[in-house]
């Protein structure tokens, strides 16, 4: 018997028919003697549809101007779907009770919208899981030290999950999902990608930042920190597979400490169209230009990503660095007008069309040539690469973005991901 939190998103609590199958797996689990601390998302739809009915009674104004109401708001889809399911779970003929954020209570810092999470009294929900109740936790949000509703930025019932399995020294959170596991690659690029039994958390954090879409990147980072047991699986088995089955299913986030030695050097491809390029030409390379640049950017609160600056000719150089997407225009601006004129530069170019291509694996930590590999892959395809990027566990090159797919699928292959493991 063991303490065990299961989360499920939006698709999976998505009508009552589907409500109705995860109570009936909860219930398995807890017939099995498990202490059951279940966290749902809000249904599937039901944010944005909020949301969207703020948007159409302010729509001159930033959401910044009502965040606190936007959080009061929000918070309500999370509070209907733990509802729904403790008296689903009850009609399944558990006893069971669903607590909101500020019930529990789950206290935050006062950042609405994107609050973080400070504390977590557990003592109610112990007292419930010892009298035998199944206990359903409202995910997204939490409350500020003067009782405001707050809410943990989209995707953030994840991150809920994790903190309450944390708080409570759960054996394991399981993020119950519309997928069932993490990819090598995302499988609608490449048919042959593997689903990983194994991935460790810094892999996964380095793929969540990249564009698979899992898991919310802070609910990683948690568990990181705390080393919190961490699952991701499908919701769409049939509630009543055996539970032994069940439990080893998904894939399952690991730390390095418990990694099998004969670990993958590459785990995954991880890649983005989120990106822009900047480049500003013809700078004089003198100290501080870097600084100059970047600083004026920062200063805009734009995020930069990649960066390179290349050898100097006649005293002038190029630097270039990426920004996201949606920052590209206001970038460029930036540059123009403030940037350029006191830099004495010649030229700022903008360039939306490209994507970044990741190679991912903590086994790059202790072998040598596999950004090479990455790179004659790629060349043998090619595919002309504009900027790259190196960390201990990843490799990251920007490209064209209508190589991207093709991209992907080489190295792919190039690193065997497509094969089993032995
Ligand atoms: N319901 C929230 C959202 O749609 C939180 C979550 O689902 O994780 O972002
Ligand atoms: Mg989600």
Redesign the pocket.
Known sequence: MALIVHKY??TSMGSTERIRNVAKRVAKWARAGHQMVVVP??MSG???RLLGLAKELAPAKADSAYSRELDML?AT??QASSALLAIALQAEGMQSVSYAGWQVPIRTNDAYTKARIESIDDAKVRADLAAGKVVIVT??QGMDDNGNIT?LG?????TSAVAVAAAMKAAECLIYTDVDGVYTTDPRVVPEARRLHTVSFEEMLEMASMGSKVL?IRSVEFAGKYKVPLRVLSSFTPWDIDLNEEAQSGTLITFEEDEQMEQAIVSGIAFNRDEAKISVLGVPDKPGIAYQILGAVADANIEVDMIIQNISKDGKTDFSFTVNRADHAKTIDLLKDKVLPALGAQEVQGDTRIAKVSIVGIGMRSHVGVASKMFRSLSEEGINIQMISTSEIKTSVVIDEKYMELAVRALHKAFDLDQAKA
């Open positions: 998103g939006g998302s809000a039901e944010t944005n929000a889809g999370e995910g997204f809410t989209r995707g953030g019932s994840d919310q």
